[in-house]
């Protein structure tokens, strides 16, 4: 059926065991877990969130590789496969589409403009974009008839002029803000005219877009009748456009603004072999490498001035004065099954390594709050912030770690009788952490915890069981259900705090009820007051009995294949109980 929003999740949404918790962020929840407890794949190659940042369980803003791509979507929430790892939640794998013997394609896009949309309460249609617009392609076909094929697909989305429903009184704007045009005008007067730098203007600059670019090709080879192989390399770029600083009683000039510029290249190649009649390898080797930076429309310190009751922001908001993530990810799996009789043996193993960069150097050029534009004039704070990086280098601020994880699986698959199968196995994970945070002794004294605490090392075994019964009857029925102990995998950005928040990576200047003196440069923010003074820190620390997420399952469920349509009828019931959490 047609996505509006081209994405997995309005596919995934249509199973009754998911719910929508959050539309505009396509968050989803799999039998109550955390919506980042989810495991996206792309032909059985983990392509989820790694950090944990995006609210949809995938890197991206938006979906990384595009719904014409996919030919099918599996979702599991209670499936007791002992190669199932990283996910308490569901876990989605999508299979792509090949090319095959005949060459085939599609060409499609999609339009809408913001005159198109309804109008408010004052009979005002809001400026919330210009147009909306995707276009693309796919086309498959032979390399070499019967043994290698081809296929590749394009897709560009532009959303472009984002706005904002928000405006100052006189406006007409659906949500109108306390503040008059004459007061921002003040304030942008007193930016140039006093304090040398252009703050921006009210609205939304034009280059403010949102763009994305995906690509892909994949090449299937059926190597001889007992080998094939893939390889499929895909980039995804993405440009956000984020309109902060805009509330019930805040307006944002420009200069607030900035962008969300994503990376993804994933490359993935596959090897299935049958080696006899009875033993058969499955071989997955991949690699990602991701980037997501904020881009501020300008570098300076973030300043808020109260008028009246409201806020007018400008400069650079206070997340975004740095704030860089990259991480470099490799994913192998080996798959081994051995038919023996009524016994289905399944062996292997798999791995993951996850090597994080992740600068968050909020507050780094300051932070002004000024309590009129008076006082903004006069260069007087009411409250002044600022994070000043050890030795004036921010990489001492960054979180610059890796994570590991090896499973190792075991299971059998028993056929008691055509009707009824047992299947039971173990899965063993076990995390690795590279490096430790640096040793704060001082603070790990004083509170008692050791804050170079990590995961490293925390295995867990789960058993798993589960059963399925077919009844002898005209149409398909059958009962099914089972028992077990599934690890997730936590967001790394919970793991990744005690690396930069150490007590010695930066010191947090805090002035409460302000400083005398404002400079807009970002450079000079140490010479505004005396070092020293107002000088704290921050640490976290992890609790040494602190595990990867984990919970027990268990279902049972009946289904029955109804006289219309090929239609399945379906009554499941979920318990779930959280081990670690």
Do not use: C
Request: charged share 20%; proline share 4%.
């Amino acid at each position: 059926f047609p996505s509006v929003n081209r994405n997995i999740q309005d596919y995934v949404r249509l199973d009754p065991r998911i719910a929508q918790t959050d539309k505009a962020r396509n968050e989803i929840s799999a039998g109550g877990q955390n919506t980042r407890f989810n495991a996206i794949r792309i032909d059985g190659v983990n392509t989820s969130d790694a950090f944990g940042l995006e609210s949809n369980s995938l890197p991206t803003p938006k979906q990384p590789i595009s719904m014409d791509v996919i030919d099918a979507i599996n979702v599991s929430v209670a499936n007791y496969d002992v190669t199932i790892g990283g996910a308490t939640g569901a876990v989605i794998n999508a299979v792509t589409k090949s090319g095959g013997n005949e060459f085939h394609g599609s060409v499609y896009g999609t339009y809408r403009e913001n005159d198109w949309s309804g109008k408010n309460q004052a009979d005002i249609r809001p400026n919330i974009f210009d147009t909306d617009e995707t276009y693309g392609g796919t086309f498959g076909g032979p390399l070499i008839e019967d043994r290698l094929f081809f296929f590749v697909n394009y897709e560009k989305t532009t959303f472009s002029g984002v706005g904002t429903n928000f405006g100052p009184t006189g406006s007409g704007a659906t949500n109108i803000v306390p503040i008059t045009q004459a007061q921002i005008d003040e304030v942008i007067a007193i930016s140039r005219d006093v304090w040398g730098w252009d703050p921006g203007i009210l609205h939304v600059p034009e280059s403010l877009d949102t763009i994305s670019e995906e690509y892909a090709i994949k090449l299937d080879w059926n190597i001889t009748d007992q080998h094939r192989a893939n390889f499929r390399y895909s980039s995804s770029d993405q440009s956000q456009a984020n309109v902060v600083g805009f509330g019930n009683n805040s307006l944002a000039l420009s200069s607030y603004l900035y962008q969300r510029d994503f990376k993804f290249d994933t490359t993935t190649a596959q090897l299935f072999s049958d080696w006899t009649d009875t033993f058969s390898t499955e071989f997955k080797l991949s690699y990602r490498d991701y980037s997501a930076v904020r881009t501020p429309v300008d570098d300076r310190p973030a300043i808020g001035v109260r008028i009246g009751n409201a806020f007018l922001n400008l400069g650079t908001e206070e997340n975004t004065q740095a704030n860089i993530l990259e991480t470099e990810t490799w994913n192998s799996y080996f798959i081994g099954n051995w038919f023996l009789g009524d016994h289905e043996v399944k062996f292997g193993v798999d791995y993951e390594n996850n090597d994080i960069y992740n600068l968050f150097g909020r507050r780094i050029n300051g932070v002004y709050t000024f309590n009129s534009i008076a006082d903004y004039r006069a260069g007087r704070s009411s409250r002044y912030q600022l994070f000043a990086p050890a030795g004036g280098n921010l990489d001492n601020m960054a979180a610059i770690w890796g994570l590991d994880n090896v499973g190792l699986f075991l299971q059998d698959t028993w056929s008691v009788d055509y009707n009824l199968t047992f299947t039971y196995g173990l899965r063993i994970d076990t995390p690795s952490v590279d490096e430790e945070p640096v040793y704060n002794a001082a603070a790990s004294t004083a509170f008692g915890f050791d804050n170079r605490n990590t995961i490293n090392g925390k295995e867990l075994i789960q058993p798993r069981f589960g059963f399925n019964y077919t009844f002898d009857s005209d149409r398909a029925t059958q009962l099914r259900g089972g028992l077990g102990l599934f690890q997730g995998a936590s967001a790394s950005v919970w793991l990744s705090n005690p690396y930069s928040n150490n007590g010695l990576a930066y010191t947090d200047y805090v002035f409460n009820t302000g400083i005398t003196r404002f400079d807009p440069d970002r450079a000079d923010q140490l010479g505004l007051f005396t070092p020293g003074a107002g000088a704290t820190q921050s640490i976290d620390f992890i609790d040494p009995d602190l595990a990867q997420p984990a919970v027990w399952k268990a279902n049972l469920a009946f289904d029955h294949e109804l006289p219309w349509w090929g239609m399945v009828a379906s009554a499941e019931v979920i318990l779930t109980s959280v081990e670690e959490g």
